[in-house]
């Protein structure tokens, strides 16, 4: 692989710019906006805003299906999951895992769980 080639690759994950690209696609596919463009400026400017702490940042899950995804994973009502499975549901959600505060090991509950997502 070529230095440049390498150092745009950096670039871009460095600035998690494939993530909030991917959000954003994801976003513009649920809703159908009439006027995408528009759309795409709104939804930029929440994810502004969410940075800054002075707005929500744009997502297509809120409280009640966070809820749901973590009972799907805690099938037994324990009211915690492994670190594995958190990290998967991650994955699975296109989410990335670098900056994940828990290793490998010991429990997430609910709580930490909608913190990460």
Known sequence: MAAGEQQCRDYLQRHRLPE???RLTALLLYHRPERPREFLIQALERVK?????EGE????????NLAAMFGLLDVVGQ???T???HREALKTLGLSTEDLQFG??????????????
């Open 20 to 22: 909030l690209l991917h």
């Open 49 to 53: 805003a969410g940075r800054g702490a």
């Open 57 to 64: 940042y744009p997502s297509l899950m809120d409280e009640s």
């Open 79 to 81: 009211g915690h999951i």
């Open 83 to 85: 670190a594995a499975q």
């Open 104 to 117: 490998d090991e010991g429990n997430i509950t609910l709580g930490e769980f909608k913190e990460e997502v």
